[in-house]
């Protein structure tokens, strides 16, 4: 009896060629998605491998005194939000106070970042204030440029006038200075040294004035000798009390 072979189910050949192209598929797939991974990691195009950090290459970072002089500049800018028109006597003498201290920030970064001493000195007959170099290095005597200096000022000195400081509707005056102890003992300049100290060993007070007769008022500031830092006290720095008369310069 001959045997007969069973065709063969025309769906099996059908199922297994769609497996197969499924498949092929998604190796491609894989393969593509792959290629493009390797491509942004290798191009530092579109998201990258979390296990590869794009690098900058020439890009200068900012140095110390660059950074020092931005910040100093912040703080002064800051003093110059008030408009001319309708700002009152506290807010123009808050106003000098804070473009003083941030001089004096200034003078006293030079000291921490050269290593040496510089001093801001109260010239009150001219009222101004100078910044200038006192240390042994002569290579320091030059100041650093400062978009802030007059062109015309010496390169061993920046020169700031009273009465030319930006934004002041009234005049404001420099009042005062003196360093506390059991007596305050007048003075005309703050040192920093190359720590950031004050070579005084007690604090330096300050004072600023704005008005004339019965209107004039005073802005009191100090300056810490450990620290170097200038600060007031909101509650109490505006006052009608004058310095002691000792420390009035002439």
Not at 67 to 95: C, E, F, W, Y
Not at 116 to 131: E, H
Not at 151 to 170: G, K, R
């Amino acid at each position: 009896m001959t045997s007969r072979r069973r065709p063969a189910s025309p769906i099996a050949p059908a199922a297994g060629t769609r497996r197969a192209a499924e498949a092929a598929e998604k190796a491609n797939s894989h393969r593509n998605i792959s290629y493009r991974v390797a491509q942004q990691t290798t191009t530092g195009r579109g998201a990258c491998s979390p296990f590869h950090r794009p690098t900058r290459v020439g890009v200068r970072g900012f140095t110390l005194v660059e950074l020092l002089i931005v910040i100093s500049l912040m703080a002064v800018l800051a003093g110059l939000v008030l408009p001319k028109s309708n700002a009152t006597v506290p807010d123009q003498l808050r106003s000098a106070a804070q473009m003083l201290a941030a001089d004096m920030a200034y003078a006293r970064s030079l000291a921490v970042t050269n290593g040496s001493r510089y001093r801001v000195t109260f010239d009150f007959r001219r009222q101004r204030y100078v910044i200038e170099h006192t240390g042994t290095n002569p290579d320091l005597e030059k100041l650093p440029p400062s978009p802030f200096r007059d062109p015309n000022d010496p390169p061993d000195q920046h020169i700031v006038s009273m009465d030319e400081l930006p934004h002041l509707a009234m005049p404001v005056r420099l009042e005062a200075a003196g360093i506390a102890g059991g007596t305050i003992g007048k003075t005309d300049s703050v040192e920093f040294d190359s720590l950031g100290e004050t070579t005084a060993k007690a604090y330096t007070l300050l004072w600023l004035s704005a008005g004339e007769g019965v209107t004039k008022r005073y802005f009191h500031l100090q300056v810490n000798p450990i620290t170097g830092l200038v600060t007031w006290d909101e509650a109490s720095a505006f006052t009608a009390a004058e310095p002691p008369p000792s420390l009035v310069q002439p």
